[in-house]
T-cell receptor, first 114, second 114 residues
Framework: GESVGLHLPTLSVQEGDNSIINCAYS??????FIWYKQESGKGPQFIID?????DKRQGQRVTVLLNKTVKHLSLQIAATQPGDSAVYFC?????????????FGAGTRLAVHP | KAGVTQTPRYLIKTRGQQVTLSCSPI?????VSWYQQTPGQGLQFLFE???????NKGNFPGRFSGRQFSNSRSEMNVSTLELGDSALYLC?????????????FGPGTRLLVL
């Protein structure tokens, strides 16, 4: 597992700036990836997903990029707002052994300053 | 549609006791997965149930067990509690029909073992 909580890497941005959160995944056979947002005291909230046959997917103010060559995911948040402050996790669906086994990254804390 | 619900939200137990946590999935979802979240190990997969059968299992000792009922509600049990079992226990639900499905998380049960 990875460390989460007090020693999370933190990205500090100004309100209105764009944010980029990066994630390296471990299994080259993984074919489905998800970004989650977790606010204090809450469970992870789905943001956006991407399948391995795509390299980019856009949502509302968010874009996910997938680089399978280097096993790297990124989440871009446009015009970051104070409400975006949270911990962000990438997750890959590990196919070995069956369905619905998500492997989570360590998480990145996003701090948005006014 | 109501989201994933978990009860209780908070729990305090002492070492050696056992605990049962409950999860009600989103209506229509038949897959329930359980995760443990700690500052040191992050989010780790415990097990997944579909149609009352355990379909996938993580690397946790046998003290951690679960079950699923015919209405898709799930419980997880931890016996002989240890201090290190203190964590946020999250459940997530999905349709369970494909390996590329979004899992939706509940708010979690925070367990403190004294």
């Amino acid at each position: 597992g990875e460390s989460v909580g007090l020693h999370l890497p933190t990205l500090s941005v100004q309100e209105g700036d764009n944010s980029i959160i990066n994630c390296a995944y471990s299994n080259s056979a993984s074919d489905y990836f998800i970004w989650y947002k977790q606010e204090s005291g809450k469970g992870p909230q789905f943001i956006i997903d991407i399948r391995s046959n795509m390299d980019k997917r856009q949502g509302q103010r968010v874009t996910v990029l997938l680089n399978k060559t280097v096993k790297h995911l990124s989440l871009q948040i446009a015009a970051t707002q104070p409400g975006d402050s949270a911990v962000y996790f990438c997750a890959e669906n590990a196919l070995s052994g069956g369905y619905n086994k998500l492997i989570f990254g360590a998480g990145t804390r996003l701090a948005v300053h006014p | 549609k109501a989201g994933v619900t978990q009860t209780p939200r908070y729990l305090i137990k002492t070492r050696g006791q056992q605990v049962t946590l409950s999860c009600s999935p989103i209506s229509g979802h038949r897959s329930v997965s359980w995760y443990q979240q700690t500052p040191g190990q992050g989010l780790q997969f415990l097990f997944e149930y579909f149609s009352e059968t355990q379909r996938n299992k993580g690397n946790f000792p046998g003290r951690f067990s679960g079950r699923q009922f015919s209405n898709s509600r799930s419980e997880m049990n931890v016996s002989t509690l240890e201090l290190g079992d203190s964590a946020l226990y999250l459940c997530a639900s999905s349709l369970g029909l494909a390996d590329e499905e979004t899992q939706y998380f509940g708010p979690g049960t925070r367990l403190l073992v004294l």
